[in-house]
């Protein structure tokens, strides 16, 4: 087990008894289902009482009229009842969950991932199990919502496996995928759909601006190096010493088909066949990707866009390349007799996921009535207005910026609805304030990040729920909450930090985007 030091000292004791406090607030709340049925209550009624007083809006691009919309409309209420099962199926973290436990069940309940995570543990170091596990999880971010599916639980198994507290391995791989999603070491489709929205909205000022796909890599790639070190202390430093000892005894109760194996002879030929089966998968998406006219390529793009349907593709991907491995792995070892094993281990993997279907069905219609009020939109747009009146010197500007995105996070899952409402107003504004485009949006991505882990409201926070009570099975939100909000401050505090020095400095925000912009001269008259 890799040294860990207990909390000491007075400043230490209170923040633990702060996080105790939290913990037992959180878990004396009613069930998550109950808590989405409230929250969608509350919306309703505000609703209501918005579209009653008129609150409106007006969207800076189009000119149109946003209108706050009652979901106790005749409209409203129909859709709530017509579109019901549509809603549901629409969800979507639903589908991707869906898919990839299909393959995933499968490479689970044949001993695959405790045949290949019990390998390779044993080679890795366990005092870096933290960083290491971090830095996948920040590099996940292309793998979108299957990240959530995949490498959590593995964490979770990981940690167990070294003899570390299973739930340490889950937050600092939430931390990763989620608290630090502002931040990459590669650009993907996240920020090509971001820059995407940018564009428009800098184009109301400068006609000839284009959108830069490497617009913030700079930047992101240093969120990922900062956040490294803090979410490695805040692991090992104040999450896992105040979870407690942890046992393999305690696997047995939480979660007995978690439990890793001792690799054998027959283990090892069967990792050797998963191996084959797993490349068979890889070099097919290669070829759909690389080879001339490829399926997986957007031919009319430019830069980085180009790869947008390879980027989602990956859900099939990874369901794909576990459902194989698992089969050739079972196969080999004797896990796996027949075809008829492969559907038994799948309706398993389903069967597991009930707990899940029941919140994301609640939390489904939360959000899908939301849009239905559009109050979202209107939020947004107060908000941006709100910020402009404000009259801060530009850094502060850019925090204010960065803050008001944060606590929107906490109602407002979508990063790029949010975006859509305020880069029309807080872009230009800016841009006349002699911040670029790219540097606005980077702020704008790195406030919408910070409350990811800690709101019950975000679309995974259930998932992430559910695979913490496999290994603590009265593990509630408060505890959740409690669990990752050292991580939530620690990023707030270095991410503003960041965006304060990037601006004082003067720093480009990738590659040809400068963090300050210089408006057109316009020419003088004869």
């Not at 937050?171 to 995928?177: D, F, L, Q, T």
């Not at 105040?242 to 002879?265: H, K, M, N, S």
């Not at 866009?305 to 080999?332: E, H, K, N, V």
């Not at 109602?411 to 859509?420: C, E």
Request: one cysteine or more.
């Amino acid at each position: 087990m890799s040294e860990t030091v207990a909390p000491s000292g007075v400043g230490e004791r209170r923040w633990r008894r702060l996080l105790d406090r939290i913990e037992r607030v959180g878990d004396a709340l009613p069930d998550p289902v109950f808590i989405f049925l409230g929250c969608i209550a509350l919306l309703m009624a505000g609703s209501a009482v918005a579209a009653a007083l008129g609150w409106s809006a007006i969207n800076p691009v189009t000119g149109e009229t946003l209108r706050a919309e009652s979901l106790l409309s005749r409209e409203n209420l129909a859709k709530l009842l017509v579109d019901m099962p549509e809603t549901m199926t629409k969800f979507p973290p639903l589908g991707l969950v869906l898919v990839v436990m299909l393959g995933a069940a499968v490479a689970e309940r044949s001993g695959l991932f405790g045949a290949l995570l019990g390998d390779a543990i044993r080679k890795l170091p366990k005092a870096i199990l933290s960083p290491a596990v971090f830095v996948i999880g920040v590099m996940s971010h292309h793998a979108a919502d299957a990240a959530y599916v995949v490498l959590i639980p593995m964490a979770a198994l990981i940690y167990a496996e070294a003899g570390r507290h299973p739930l340490a391995g889950v937050a600092v791989a939430y931390a990763g995928i989620s608290g630090a999603f502002a931040g990459n070491i590669i650009p993907g489709q996240f920020d090509v759909l971001i820059l995407g929205i940018t564009a428009p909205a800098a184009q109301l000022i400068d006609p000839s601006f284009v959108m830069n796909p490497l617009g913030n890599w700079w930047f992101t790639l240093a969120i990922g190096t900062l956040f490294t070190p803090i979410a490695w202390w805040v692991t090992d430093r104040v999450v896992e010493p105040r979870l407690g000892p942890w046992t393999r005894e305690d696997t047995a109760t939480a979660a007995p088909d978690l439990v890793l194996e001792e690799i054998g002879a027959a283990q090892r030929r069967g990792l050797r066949r998963a191996g084959i089966a797993a490349l068979v998968v890889i070099g097919l998406f290669a070829a759909l990707t690389l080879w001339p006219g490829a399926p997986l390529v957007d031919a009319e793009a430019v830069g980085p866009s180009r790869m947008t349907p390879f980027y989602q593709s990956l859900i099939a991907a990874f369901m794909l390349l576990f459902l194989a491995s698992g089969w050739a792995y079972g196969a080999a070892t004797g896990s796996v007799k027949s075809h008829r094993d492969i559907v038994a281990m799948m309706s398993e993997g389903m069967r597991g996921m009930a707990p899940y279907l029941v919140l994301a069905f609640f939390a489904a219609h939360f959000v899908a009535m939301f849009a239905w009020s559009k109050m979202g939109p209107v939020m947004a747009v107060h908000g941006a207005e709100a910020l402009k009146g404000v009259g801060l010197p530009k850094p502060l500007l850019l925090i204010a910026l960065l803050t008001m995105s944060s606590f929107m996070d906490l109602v407002i899952g979508s990063a790029s609805a949010k975006w859509s409402a305020m880069a029309p107003i807080v872009v230009p504004m800016l841009m006349l304030l002699g911040i670029s485009p790219e540097m606005t949006t980077a702020a704008y991505r790195m406030g919408d990040s910070i409350f990811n882990i800690v709101t019950p409201l975000a679309s995974n926070f259930p998932l992430v729920l559910i695979i913490s009570q496999k290994w603590r099975p009265r593990f509630g939100v408060g505890s959740m909450v409690a669990l990752m909000l050292p991580y939530t401050i620690g990023f707030a505090i270095a991410g503003m930090s960041l965006v304060l020095a990037w601006v004082g400095l003067g720093l480009p925000v990738g590659p040809g985007a400068p963090g300050v912009y210089a408006p057109p001269v316009a020419a003088s008259a004869p």
